[in-house]
């Protein structure tokens, strides 16, 4: 048995002859003609990339505080600052708020 029957991989498109790829995909060097192209775009759709909604800054920012360990600290400034702890409150949250 040679190597290439006892792998049950595929060889990827870059590693194969491109004559080869070519035909696996149904085209030719010079590409598709109209008529294939009209065929694979009703069959797939427009040749286009989907647009990704960004994300807004704050809520980046927002999410950096979605923590256990965050919300420890936050405890512990909020309990700092009803025990008259001023500093140490503020330090904490400080630190918080650089991590973030």
């Known amino acids: 048995m040679n190597a ?4 049950s ?3 990827p498109f870059h590693a194969q002859p491109a004559g080869h790829v070519l035909s696996s995909l149904g085209s030719q060097p010079d590409g598709l ?10 069959q797939f759709g427009p040749n286009r990339l989907t647009t990704q909604l960004l994300e807004p800054l704050w809520h980046k920012f927002l999410k ?5 360990l965050i919300y420890v600290l936050l405890v ?13 409150g503020v330090v904490i949250f400080a630190v918080v708020l650089i991590n973030g």
Not at 33 to 42: G, H, P
Not at 64 to 68: I, L, S, T
Not at 79 to 85: D, F, Q
């Open 4 to 7: 290439q029957q006892g792998s």
């Open 9 to 11: 991989k595929e060889v």
């Open 33 to 42: 003609s109209q008529e294939q192209v009209a065929t694979k775009q009703q």
């Open 64 to 68: 950096q505080f979605h923590n256990v």
């Open 76 to 88: 512990a400034a909020t309990l700092s600052w009803l025990i008259g702890r001023w500093t140490d």
